[in-house]
């Protein structure tokens, strides 16, 4: 079976979903939703084989084309609007990072999934990457022994230019740090319980918000992670290091394992490929098949969208903790 997908926003995001469906014998890109006539006119030109419809709103879309899916992947501030209108068309739905801004805007999109029993699905793809999927099994397997402690560290050299982050409030966290804090989350297979941090804007950059996060996550089992993200960084850099009673794992520029008996780091192997975007595509086809959820649900992704509008509010606060489990089960 062959899914008919609507693509809504077809920006650079939106334009590499159309290839990802359209390469994928489960998928068949039928139609575009993106308000500006000029992305419909660039769409037909780069894919003039699909015969791909066009549409200015989700409305418009639903009443004149037969669809099952929306991948959704417009500006993200309107992840509410389209979430809905998708569903109230009978669509299933794969969100593109972030899943929402706010955690009742993730709410209002989950529990309109359950009400019309459809399936809605976050697009984490970073957990589907080998490194990361690497790391979360070997946690998984106990080769850490009992885990005490991580810090998560990402420096990017990224600018706001003429982009709509530039003026979006904690841009950094929203755009980038919805990726770290899924990492942090899923590599360490626990329920994140309460942050206390600040999002904040350096004195350099182009950016007129909130570039830079500083935090520190409060898990089950005593775990603890510092992070750190920042944008308009001069020089890149990237490091996740968890550490355990039998030994640490780093991800740098590679993955690397470090036991007592070593004292030093090495290399670690991977057992096999973790499938990136298509993952999310095969997850998404078998949940509509069998009527499950995939791993990246919304109902799952409410930790992560929690994990980001807790430092929200714990900036606006003054840098008091914010209990993620009490903004969840509220």
């Known amino acids: 079976m062959s899914y008919r997908v609507v693509i809504i926003g077809a920006g650079g995001r939106g334009r590499h979903w159309i290839r990802l469906t359209s390469a994928h014998d489960g998928f068949q890109p039928v139609a575009i939703v993106d308000p500006v006539e000029a992305v419909h006119q660039r769409v037909a030109e780069e894919y003039p084989d699909l ?11 639903a009443e004149n084309v037969e669809a099952d899916i929306a991948v959704i ?20 739905i794969l969100v593109e990072k972030p899943f929402a801004l706010s955690i009742d805007d993730a709410k209002a999109v989950v529990n309109k999934g359950k009400e019309k029993g459809l399936v809605v699905s ?9 490194d990361v999927g690497t790391m979360q099994q070997l946690i998984a397997n106990g ?22 982050q530039k ?21 360490l297979g626990l329920k994140p319980l309460r942050v206390t941090g600040f999002s904040f804007l350096p004195p350099w ?38 550490d355990g009673s039998e030994g640490s794992l780093r991800l740098t520029n590679g993955l690397e394992c ?39 649900s919304g ?26 489990t009490e903004m969840i089960e509220s």
Request: proline content about 3%.
């Open 205 to 242: 950059g182009d950016f007129t918000r909130e570039t830079t996060v500083s935090a520190l996550y409060e898990f089950e089992e005593d775990v603890k992670v510092s992070y750190f993200g920042a944008w308009a960084s001069h020089i890149p850099e990237f490091h996740w290091r968890i």
């Open 122 to 130: 976050a697009g984490q793809n970073y957990r589907f990457g080998r």
């Open 299 to 324: 109902a799952d992704n409410l930790w992560t969208i929690g994990m980001m509008d807790a430092v929200v509010k714990s900036t606006e606060a003054g840098g008091e903790p914010v209990s993620i």
């Open 167 to 187: 003026d979006m409030p904690h841009n950094y966290l929203w755009e980038m740090g919805v990726h770290d804090l899924d990492m942090v989350r899923f590599t």
């Open 258 to 296: 470090g036991k007592p008996e070593d004292g030093e780091w090495k290399g670690v192997e991977f057992p096999g490929e973790f499938g990136g975007d298509n993952a999310l595509l095969n997850e998404l086809a078998e949940a509509i098949q069998t009527g499950g959820e995939t791993s990246t």
């Open 51 to 61: 015969g791909l419809q066009a549409f200015k709103s989700v409305e418009e879309a």
């Open 73 to 92: 992947a417009a500006i993200s501030w309107h992840r509410r609007e389209n979430g809905l209108a998708a569903l109230d068309a009978g669509w299933h």
């Open 143 to 164: 080769d850490l022994g009992k885990v005490g402690h991580g810090v998560f560290v990402r420096h990017r050299k990224r600018y706001g230019g003429n982009t709509y």
